[in-house]
């Protein structure tokens, strides 16, 4: 069974930065596509940043050039660098593993506020 945990979320100024942190159990990291996934009061869940197995690396247009994901395979963790944080980024966060045969896992989020 996989277990992806989030960490690193609270509550920042406007400019500020925070780093989210997943950190995967039962399985090997290495092997998954792993994507942030955040979801506003009232939006519907959007896809913020993904890295592939190999470390390619996209974001939504909303984030580009300010956030950076990032994977340690040896910690079998995942990262969400956030800078220049924004309070439209305010959301829950979510970690998602997505593995070789398309099987989906998430976590269990958590809440990044950005205060004006």
């Known amino acids: 069974q996989v277990q992806l945990v989030e960490s690193g979320g609270g509550l920042v100024q406007a400019g500020g930065s925070l780093r989210l942190s997943c950190a995967a159990s039962?399985?090997?990291?290495?092997?998954?596509?792993m994507n942030w996934y955040r979801q506003a009061p009232g939006k519907q869940r959007e896809l913020v940043a993904t890295?592939?197995?190999?470390?390619?690396?996209n974001y939504a247009d909303s984030v580009k050039g300010r956030f950076t994901i990032s994977r340690d395979n040896a910690k079998n963790t995942a990262y969400l660098q956030m800078n220049s944080l924004k309070p439209e980024d305010t959301a829950i966060y979510y970690c998602?593993?997505?593995?070789?045969?398309?099987?989906?896992?998430w976590g269990q989020g958590t809440q990044v506020t950005v205060s004006s």
């Open positions: 039962g399985s090997i990291l290495s092997r998954y596509v």
């Open positions: 890295i592939s197995s190999g470390g390619s690396t």
């Open positions: 998602n593993g997505v593995s070789w045969n398309s099987i989906s896992y």
